[in-house]
């Protein structure tokens, strides 16, 4: 994503968890879930554990290790490097954390974010991830439709774009004291995709609430688009009649775009888009169209001929 200079790969190659291993985690957890609710587990822990999964979104390659997926990060609040999880883990306060709902709605929300897990139906999916970098990883995420906040949100008709914004806080978030950077991190969806199915907010990860560096408490996951779009830590969600200028769209027009729907035939302007390279693992595997997701989305693409829908 660099903008001002670039890194080569970081992957830490060793330490994997296999999936067995989470596997056996989740079980204990549910497990706990039903016999154990006198030890007090936090509800946002049982919420996570007790979500069946959704079956209906598969994945074509095994589920990448946790400790990779969550020690490999973008999340540039924390700095501009892939290990930031440590530090992110030390500095992000996710309660209280409050949700605001605003702009196009006939009357706006603040809800705690426990309030707004209790009010939505919960449920695991296995989704594709792949990064702009053209890194990938498979991830089970616990969460709900975005479609399920709109429905509370009751967006007036004229709304167009649903934006979202993660939390600004420079005190917490020692990158938003660089101003080199258009903070806070905006990102955006059309109405269309927001409602779409697919489009899902995260609010765990491998059965248990989602680490800070993957976005706690809660994010995006927009599978079908490169990964910048899955906008992390989100306080704020505003639907508007206007289309948002994104934080990468404003440092790099040219290179991140508002649709960012994966293509393998259109390039980055500085690297190929063709082919992604797992976490985990030493090859690399060829990028699918809407990340492998077109019998969903393309739909959603039919009339919209003359945007620039693959940057
Ligand atoms: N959200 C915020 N607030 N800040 C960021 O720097 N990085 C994005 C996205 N969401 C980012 C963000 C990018 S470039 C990617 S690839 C994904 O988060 C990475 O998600 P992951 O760390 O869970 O893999």
């Not at 609010?203 to 408490?217: D, E, F, S, V």
């Not at 969903?296 to 829908?309: G, I, M, R």
């Amino acid at each position: 994503m660099l903008i001002k200079r670039r890194r080569g790969w970081e992957l830490p190659e060793s330490s994997a968890t296999p999936e067995s291993v989470y596997l056996n985690r989740r079980a204990v957890l549910a497990g706990m879930g039903i016999a154990g609710i006198g030890l007090s587990l936090p509800s946002l822990a049982l919420a996570q554990a007790g979500a069946a999964r959704n079956d209906r979104y598969k994945l074509d390659r095994p589920i990448t290790p946790e400790k990779l997926s969550t020690t490999y990060n973008n999340f540039y609040e924390f700095g501009d490097s892939k290990n930031i999880w440590s530090t992110a883990k030390d500095r992000l306060k996710t309660r209280p954390w409050t949700i605001k709902i605003e702009g196009m709605v006939d009357k706006p929300i603040e809800i705690g974010i426990d309030d707004l897990i209790a009010k939505m139906p919960m449920e695991e999916r296995l989704y594709r991830h792949r990064c702009v970098e053209a890194w990938s990883m498979n991830v089970p995420y616990t969460g709900f439709a975005l479609s399920a906040l709109i429905d509370m949100a009751k967006p007036q008709s004229g709304a167009k774009y649903l934006i979202m914004q993660t939390l600004a806080d420079p005190r917490m978030f020692p990158g938003q004291r660089e101003f080199y950077y258009p903070w806070p991190y905006t990102e955006g969806l059309t109405m269309a995709e927001a409602r779409h199915e697919l489009s899902f907010i995260a609010t765990g990860l491998y059965g248990k609430p989602l680490p800070a560096a993957n976005g706690a408490p809660l994010r995006l996951a927009t599978p079908w688009k490169y990964g910048f779009k899955h906008v992390k830590s989100i306080s704020r969600l505003e639907f508007s009649d206007k289309r948002p200028q994104t934080f990468w769209e404003k440092l790099g027009p040219d290179e991140y775009g508002f649709w960012a729907n994966v293509n393998p035939q259109v390039a980055h302007p500085r690297w190929s888009q063709a082919t992604e390279k797992p976490l985990g693992s030493d090859e690399r595997i060829p990028t699918q169209l809407y990340n492998g997701y077109a019998e969903f989305v393309a739909p959603l693409y039919a009339d919209l001929k003359n945007e620039k829908l693959f940057m």
